[in-house]
Nanobody, 123 residues
Framework: QAQLVESGGGLVQAGGSLRLSCAASGRTFSGYAMGWFRQAPGKEREFVAAIAWTGGRTYYVDSVKGRFTISRDNAKNTVYLQMNSLKPEDTAVYYC????????????????WGQGTQVTVSS
């Protein structure tokens, strides 16, 4: 079955770091762009970062540029989101997603989604 599983969330103080992982099943997502989104209670789902499965081009929402880094390890079918200098406003459930050709910055452009992992940043 095609699936994405996120891990690595947790509680961290402002200024700290977390590294999220997204494990993709089999080779199903070869050639897919991979993205990270986040959603806080009462807020809309927000694009965070994306990476081309082939080529390695990356994209970020302005609010995380310089702090977050998306990367991939194709041999492990895994995508990562390194989050540094975390701020309380980064608190959200973070979701990994795979796109077969839709707009990378829009949730509707993704075909598969993980279950999410909670990131909480305290002041």
């Amino acid at each position: 079955q095609a699936q994405l599983v996120e891990s690595g969330g947790g509680l961290v103080q402002a200024g700290g770091s977390l590294r999220l992982s997204c494990a993709a099943s089999g080779r199903t997502f070869s050639g897919y762009a991979m993205g990270w989104f986040r959603q806080a209670p009462g807020k809309e789902r927000e694009f965070v970062a994306a990476i081309a499965w082939t080529g390695g081009r990356t994209y970020y929402v302005d609010s995380v540029k310089g702090r977050f880094t998306i990367s991939r390890d194709n041999a492990k079918n895994t995508v990562y989101l390194q989050m540094n200098s975390l701020k309380p406003e980064d608190t959200a459930v973070y979701y990994c997603a795979a796109s077969g050709g839709g707009d990378y910055y829009r949730g509707s452009g993704y075909d598969y989604w993980g279950q999410g992992t909670q990131v909480t940043v305290s002041s």
